[in-house]
């Protein structure tokens, strides 16, 4: 199973940008679907941005139009560039792989990390 480490993470005033990374190991990582993830405190966790191993992309109502999901295959590297951040967007954010199941959800295949801590002020 794959091993994530995310970082990038930071105090932001509203509008502002930051760019999150997620190196990954334990596994072949071009033919992995990667996610970003996000988790307030008491909400559950949602899936937010996701890119296949084909490098299409998806990504929630809430973030499309701010967020971009990338990959770098040679660096074993998912990232997350956000922009015109909002408070809402405060949350603990994770990546990880994932699989599509029966009922066309998605499902967490690897092991979880620590997160990266995104903070945004008003």
């Known amino acids: 199973q794959v091993q994530v480490a995310e970082s990038g993470g930071g105090l932001v005033q509203a509008g502002g940008s930051l760019k999150l990374s997620c190196v990954t190991s334990?596994?072949?990582?071009?033919?992995?679907?990667m996610g970003w993830y996000r988790q307030a405190p008491g909400k559950q966790r949602e899936l937010v941005a996701r890119i296949t191993s084909s490098h299409a992309t998806n990504y929630a109502d809430s973030v499309k139009g701010r967020f971009t999901i990338s990959r770098d295959n040679a660096k074993n590297t998912v990232y997350l560039q956000m922009n015109n951040l909002k408070p809402d967007d405060t949350a603990v954010y994770y990546c990880?792989?994932?699989?599509?199941?029966?009922?066309?959800?998605?499902?967490?295949?690897?092991?979880w990390g620590q997160g990266t801590q995104v903070t945004v002020s008003s």
């Open positions: 334990g596994s072949i990582f071009s033919s992995l679907n």
């Open positions: 990880n792989s994932y699989r599509i199941n029966l009922k066309s959800t998605t499902v967490a295949t690897g092991y």
